[in-house]
């Protein structure tokens, strides 16, 4: 009876009061809201929330990235900007370059979209956008296409001298969030290199901070599946003493692709300068094989 009756009172509040509570949430709250009561429902479709959950303060987006007929609502409209399948290209840097047999490929240097549930900006810093040492020496690294990836790729040939540097500026990240930073990678079949020695991963945050973390782009078991090669005592032994503390390893991702948490940081109301990333390995050994996609920078639930 109790449950009924306060069932009953909430349908008598006005529908913008409703509305306007639901606002004060998250993409996430609003949809869960909808099975609470009709009068829930009805206001957690409404433009007056949804709008709330669109960054007023979006980065400029590349022309074209949203042709086609405007959304009927704010909450299509949300919907199409959180799509973490379909980023948009920024007009940051962006790099025209037509491309007829693939006229969905774009070349640029940032890519963006929504977080569904908290509504944070998330990013990727495209390989173009990157500092990849030695990038630009085509007997070093080389520039190209793949078919499950929209943007331009980087592909290890062979350095000894692994580097790859990212930034952004904390205005662009949204207020009072923590982020993690993933380095967007594959490693086909004959690559080499990539488990040991371990890298390193630093972020230097405005505040001055400097996470660093070491990480391992390929495990040691997955390595000896791509080379076929067997599991060694000797090697086994030897990888374990050069690691160490077990290094971060990278997780698949559904598109196919593989992450690498490089680290995690808190954007504070109020920051204004850039964050940097980095990706690191500078001993003698011989590195090949490494795709490199970009650095995703996404929100991250903390605790």
Not at 14 to 32: G, I, K, Q, V, Y
Request: aromatic share 8%.
């Amino acid at each position: 009876m109790g449950s009924a009756t306060g069932t009953c009172e909430i349908a008598r509040l006005p529908e913008d009061l409703l509305s306007a509570a639901l606002a004060l949430t998250t993409p996430r709250d609003a949809c869960r809201a909808v099975v609470v009561s009709r009068a829930f429902r009805d206001a957690a479709g409404s433009d007056a929330v949804w709008a709330r959950f669109v960054p007023r303060d979006l980065p400029p987006i590349a022309a074209g990235e949203l042709a086609g007929p405007a959304p009927p609502s704010k909450k299509e409209q949300f919907l199409r900007l959180s799509d973490r399948r379909f980023p948009l290209l920024l007009a940051d840097g962006l790099r025209i370059q037509p491309v007829p047999k693939n006229p969905l490929l774009a070349y640029g240097l940032k890519s963006m979209w929504l977080d569904r549930g908290s509504g944070a900006k998330c990013y990727m810093l495209l390989a173009r956008g990157l500092h990849i040492s030695w990038g630009d020496t085509p007997c070093y690294w080389r520039w190209t296409n793949l078919p499950d990836s929209r943007f331009e790729v980087a592909v290890l040939l062979s350095v000894c001298w692994f580097e790859i540097r990212g930034k952004i500026h904390s205005k662009m990240l949204s207020r009072d969030t923590a982020y993690a930073a993933y380095i967007v990678f594959k490693i086909p079949v004959g690559s080499y290199g990539l488990d040991y020695p371990p890298q390193k991963a630093s972020i230097d945050t405005v505040a001055g901070k400097k996470i660093i973390r070491k990480v391992c782009l390929q495990s040691y078991e997955a390595r000896h599946v791509n080379r076929q090669l067997p599991l060694t005592p000797e090697y086994n032994k030897s990888y374990q003493l050069g690691h160490g503390r077990n290094p971060v390893l990278p997780q698949e991702r559904t598109d196919g692709w593989m992450e690498l948490e490089m680290g995690v940081f808190y954007n504070k109301e109020g920051d204004d300068g850039e964050v940097h990333f980095s990706l690191l390995q500078t001993s003698g050994t011989s590195k090949e094989g490494l795709i490199v996609q970009g650095i995703e920078i996404r929100p991250k639930k903390l605790g």
